[in-house]
């Protein structure tokens, strides 16, 4: 069974800047296209940022287009960095996987990891 393991997420002030990262614990075929999706208290799953297999393209929520990019390694892994940090981007963040191309839609995802906190103070 395929584990994401997700890591980078800690506490920072608005303006700053963090660099989430995501790796398959297990092994993982090639051709999965990555997702990062966050969950604030009491708000539902949202999508932030998405990119294919190949890495040739890439999705962003309108909340953080223009502040993050995501981006992919080797062997599945993902990265999104997250610049000029708002206290509305406080949420466990999670990595997730799927075949095929890009989804906005969490139900779409087949593997997620177990989320990192990330919380911006004002």
């Known amino acids: 069974q395929v584990q994401l393991v997700e890591s980078g997420g800690g506490l920072v002030q608005a303006g700053d800047s963090l660099r989430l990262s995501c790796a398959p614990s297990?092994?993982?075929?090639?051709?999965?296209?990555m997702g990062w999706f966050r969950q604030a208290p009491g708000k539902e799953r949202e999508f932030v940022a998405g990119?294919?297999?190949?890495?040739?393209?890439t999705s962003y929520a309108d909340s953080v287009k223009g502040r993050c990019t995501i981006s992919r390694g080797n062997a599945n892994t993902v990265s999104l960095q997250m610049n000029s940090l708002k206290p509305e981007d406080t949420a466990v963040y999670y990595c997730?996987?799927?075949?095929?191309?890009?989804?906005?839609?969490?139900?779409?995802?087949?593997?997620w990891g177990q989320g990192t906190q990330v919380t911006v103070s004002s």
């Open positions: 997730a996987a799927r075949r095929f191309g890009v989804s906005r839609f969490s139900s779409d995802y087949t593997y």
């Open positions: 297990g092994r993982m075929s090639s051709g999965y296209a």
């Open positions: 990119i294919t297999s190949s890495g040739g393209q």
